[in-house]
């Protein structure tokens, strides 16, 4: 059967030189999860019927001989807060448990366009607040390099099923590093594209100043391709940019001679492992290698970010979330008023790390503590971006690790908040600016893999995409794959 | 201002969190660990530093206004828990004094709802489609119990 590990690039080739049919490729994925998902929980719903049936109309377009869209026929897996029009769409919540969206978010759109066929919606942490894919509502997903470890978060299912071969690719969303963080834990590429380069109509709400929608893969070439289809200005979108979308794969095997890479000391501090430090030195070193030109650059506010971050995106969640009350969709918990039917509804929809969410939100925006807060950390944010934008005036992109640490285990901060928040320490900054960031593996400490991860100027994906490919390519670290059996 | 119980309970109220006694005790202890956290934002001086409250403020994108079809309506009263004649069903709306909280001891003056941050309401996951979604619980509105 079709080897699942492959790049969706070389799908791709395969389907176009009919080495293999759509149905064929879509069948050795489901044959995957089935042996599989089991113990990984990549996936919170699967419907193989409807995949084989989008497979199969491919494959009689292409025996008709008519044209093909650029993905025809490839799966795709995406994350469970992209809306997906009569499929379940839970956001790993129960107040949403049940679920059918009336309508595709625009990304859906935009890939069913490309031919691409949904395989499957993925788990998360609930409403994509977490970084370790323990507070989804249905269970945690598991890191196929180690099942006694998480995958990262919030999009730990995608990044789970990209890892194991469950899916050729997946949509992640990222709002404070729910791309980046779990594609570096599972030793896959990750992509936060710019605010405003992927619409975010249909994507459910969590930090809406700071969400971006993005391709988690085996290849950074597979990054150029999926976000090819993703981005460009929606009209359902305001916030979505009017700046016109470059072929992303056109200059990738470009090289780095020259390029300017930014090295902050604020991404050497403490809580640092060891392991992690030493594959990310080595990476600066392969890219200098590469013609790379390593300058020093300082990110001074790297020490305020992740509290500028919890107060800003928990505010904006805190808003978002008012809307589950048990009128519209999803659940409802009767009582005998309005108001209490709220606040029944809520208690027992909403899982732990979104109610601490609302209530820190709420808190920040409540009068009294609105100017010592939330409109301090607005004013914290204006200088996180001041210190990119320093940056950027003496370099072309900036590295940074993707994460402090290497994936944890199941458990061990799921009761310590602020503990688990540190995991996001390297990525938050990046949202807060606004600005597109790649993880990219780097290798491994203690056996689990190590992402790298590179920052750009805004709408600049194709600097970042070619610097990243440059890397992966000198490094053998992609061709690795976690050891994975069916349990017997 | 250091988070205490009689805090916790005010945030939840005005959150419309029925919160467990459980979770009253853990919330109040992280809470406080996590706003301690916070407070070394209160070590910058930001005085002249303007607030950002989007990255690509200052930008106004205007499209064509065609009107275009909306939602079917069967299909999004379909996913509510319950509907009469087109319209979503709540149950009785009680009068507002009864439901709004006081503040704790140390926080009289304050204004009782919370503000919803710019841009914060303004998620696309389809708010817009529905004539009746606010990004808030829907205000009150008094008398029969019906919000359409």
Same mark, same amino acid.
Not at chain 1, 174 to 199: E, F, H, N
Not at chain 1, 366 to 385: C, I, P
């Given at each position: 059967?079709?080897?699942?590990?492959?790049?969706?690039?070389?799908?791709?080739?395969?389907?176009?030189?009919?080495?293999?049919?759509?149905?064929?490729?879509?069948?050795?994925?489901?044959?995957r999860?089935e042996?599989?998902?089991?113990?990984?929980?990549?996936?919170?719903?699967?419907?193989?019927?409807?995949?084989?049936?989008?497979?199969?109309?491919?494959?009689?377009?292409?025996?008709?001989?008519?044209?093909?869209?650029?993905?025809?026929?490839?799966?795709?897996?995406?994350?469970?807060?992209?809306?997906?029009?009569?499929?379940?769409?839970?956001?790993?919540?129960?107040?949403?448990?049940?679920?059918?969206?009336?309508?595709d978010?625009?990304?859906m759109?935009?890939?069913?366009?490309?031919?691409?066929?949904?395989?499957?919606?993925?788990?998360?942490?609930?409403?994509?607040?977490?970084?370790?894919?323990?507070?989804?509502?249905?269970?945690?997903?598991?890191?196929?390099?180690? =099942?006694?470890?998480?995958?990262?978060?919030?999009?730990?299912g995608?990044?789970?099923?990209?890892? !194991?071969?469950?899916?050729?690719?997946?949509?992640?969303?990222?709002?404070?590093?729910?791309i980046?963080?779990?594609?570096?834990?599972?030793?896959?590429?990750?992509?936060?594209?710019?605010y405003g380069?992927?619409?975010? @109509?249909g994507?459910?709400?969590?930090?809406?100043?700071?969400?971006?929608?993005?391709?988690?893969?085996?290849?950074?070439?597979?990054?150029a391709?999926? =976000?090819?289809?993703?981005?460009?200005?929606?009209?359902?979108?305001?916030?979505?940019?009017?700046?016109?979308?470059?072929? @992303?794969?056109?200059?990738?095997?470009?090289?780095?001679?020259?390029?300017?890479?930014?090295?902050a000391?604020?991404?050497?501090?403490?809580?640092?492992?060891?392991?992690?430090?030493?594959?990310?030195?080595?990476?600066l070193?392969?890219?200098a290698?590469?013609?790379?030109?390593?300058?020093?650059?300082?990110?001074?506010?790297?020490? @305020?970010?992740?509290?500028?971050?919890?107060?800003?995106?928990?505010?904006?969640?805190?808003?978002?979330?008012?809307? @589950?009350? %048990?009128?519209?969709?999803?659940?409802?918990?009767?009582?005998?008023?309005?108001?209490?039917?709220?606040?029944?509804?809520?208690?027992?929809?909403?899982?732990?790390?979104?109610?601490?969410?609302?209530?820190?939100?709420?808190?920040?925006?409540?009068?009294?503590?609105?100017?010592?807060?939330?409109?301090?950390?607005?004013?914290?944010?204006?200088?996180?971006?001041?210190?990119?934008?320093?940056?950027?005036?003496?370099?072309?992109?900036?590295?940074?690790?993707?994460?402090?640490?290497?994936?944890?285990?199941?458990?061990?901060?799921?009761?310590?908040?602020?503990?688990?928040?540190?995991?996001?320490?390297?990525?938050?900054p990046?949202?807060?600016? %606004?600005?597109?960031?790649?993880?990219?593996?780097?290798?491994f400490?203690?056996?689990?893999?190590?992402?790298?991860?590179?920052?750009?100027?805004?709408?600049?994906?194709?600097?970042?995409?070619?610097?990243?490919?440059?890397?992966?390519?000198?490094?053998?670290?992609?061709?690795?794959?976690?050891?994975?059996?069916?349990?017997? | 201002?250091?988070?205490?119980?009689?805090?916790?309970?005010?945030?939840?109220?005005?959150?419309?969190?029925?919160?467990?006694?459980?979770?009253?005790?853990?919330?109040?202890?992280?809470?406080?660990?996590?706003?301690?956290?916070?407070?070394?934002?209160?070590?910058?001086?930001?005085?002249?530093?303007?607030?950002?409250?989007?990255?690509?403020?200052?930008?106004?994108?205007?499209?064509?206004?065609?009107?275009?079809?909306?939602?079917p309506?069967?299909?999004?009263?379909?996913?509510?828990?319950?509907?009469?004649?087109?319209?979503?069903?709540?149950? !009785?709306?009680?009068?507002?004094?009864?439901?709004?909280?006081?503040?704790?001891?140390?926080?009289?003056?304050?204004?009782?709802?919370?503000?919803?941050?710019?841009?914060?309401?303004?998620?696309?996951?389809?708010?817009?489609?529905?004539?009746?979604?606010?990004?808030?619980?829907?205000?009150?509105?008094?008398?029969?119990?019906?919000?359409?």
């Amino acid at each position: 059967m079709l080897d699942t590990l492959l790049p969706a690039a070389t799908l791709i080739e395969g389907l176009r030189r009919r080495d293999w049919s759509a149905l064929e490729v879509v069948d050795a994925y489901l044959a995957r999860i089935e042996a599989l998902d089991g113990q990984l929980r990549a996936y919170l719903h699967v419907d193989p019927e409807a995949a084989r049936a989008e497979a199969r109309r491919w494959d009689e377009r292409a025996a008709r001989g008519e044209p093909l869209p650029p993905l025809a026929g490839i799966p795709v897996a995406v994350k469970d807060n992209i809306c997906t029009r009569g499929v379940p769409t839970t956001c790993g919540s129960r107040i949403l448990e049940g679920w059918r969206p009336p309508y595709d978010a625009t990304v859906m759109v935009r890939l069913r366009q490309a031919g691409a066929v949904l395989l499957g919606k993925t788990n998360l942490d609930e409403f994509a607040m977490g970084s370790s894919t323990e507070n989804s509502a249905f269970g945690p997903t598991r890191n196929p390099w180690d =099942l006694s470890r998480v995958p990262g978060g919030s999009s730990g299912g995608s990044a789970a099923a990209v890892a !194991a071969g469950l899916a050729p690719w997946a949509l992640g969303t990222d709002t404070g590093g729910s791309i980046r963080q779990p594609a570096a834990l599972a030793g896959i590429v990750g992509l936060k594209p710019t605010y405003g380069r992927v619409s975010r @109509y249909g994507l459910v709400a969590y930090g809406s100043s700071l969400d971006q929608i993005g391709p988690l893969t085996r290849t950074v070439r597979d990054a150029a391709l999926l =976000l090819q289809v993703i981005a460009g200005q929606d009209p359902l979108d305001a916030t979505s940019a009017p700046v016109p979308v470059p072929d @992303y794969t056109a200059a990738l095997g470009e090289g780095i001679a020259g390029l300017r890479i930014g090295v902050a000391r604020e991404g050497r501090g403490e809580g640092l492992q060891p392991g992690v430090a030493a594959a990310v030195e080595a990476a600066l070193e392969v890219l200098a290698g590469l013609g790379a030109e390593l300058r020093e650059v300082r990110l001074p506010m790297l020490d @305020y970010a992740l509290a500028t971050y919890y107060l800003v995106a928990t505010a904006e969640a805190s808003s978002n979330l008012a809307r @589950y009350d %048990g009128v519209r969709h999803g659940l409802r918990v009767p009582a005998p008023d309005v108001v209490e039917m709220f606040a029944r509804t809520r208690a027992a929809g909403f899982g732990a790390e979104v109610k601490r969410r609302i209530m820190l939100g709420t808190y920040a925006l409540s009068s009294g503590f609105y100017d010592a807060f939330y409109l301090k950390a607005q004013r914290a944010r204006t200088l996180v971006r001041r210190d990119f934008e320093a940056a950027f005036r003496e370099v072309d992109l900036v590295a940074l690790p993707t994460s402090p640490t290497v994936a944890f285990r199941l458990g061990e901060r799921v009761d310590d908040p602020l503990q688990m928040y540190l995991a996001d320490i390297f990525t938050v900054p990046v949202n807060m600016a %606004g600005l597109p960031g790649i993880s990219v593996p780097c290798g491994f400490a203690d056996g689990l893999p190590v992402g790298l991860q590179l920052i750009g100027r805004p709408f600049d994906e194709a600097t970042l995409l070619r610097a990243a490919h440059a890397y992966e390519q000198a490094t053998p670290w992609h061709r690795r794959a976690p050891a994975l059996a069916a349990a017997a | 201002m250091a988070i205490d119980r009689a805090t916790v309970d005010y945030v939840a109220r005005l959150s419309r969190l029925a919160l467990s006694e459980a979770e009253r005790e853990a919330f109040t202890r992280q809470l406080r660990e996590i706003v301690d956290y916070f407070a070394r934002l209160q070590t910058l001086d930001l005085s002249a530093v303007p607030p950002t409250a989007h990255v690509h403020e200052g930008t106004n994108l205007f499209r064509e206004d065609i009107p275009r079809p909306s939602l079917p309506r069967d299909e999004v009263l379909a996913a509510a828990p319950e509907v009469e004649e087109g319209f979503f069903v709540v149950p !009785a709306v009680l009068e507002e004094a009864v439901h709004e909280p006081a503040p704790p001891p140390g926080l009289e003056g304050a204004v009782h709802e919370a503000a919803p941050p710019p841009g914060g309401a303004a998620g696309p996951d389809g708010s817009g489609e529905v004539a009746d979604e606010t990004a808030g619980p829907p205000p009150d509105r008094g008398g029969e119990g019906r919000a359409g």
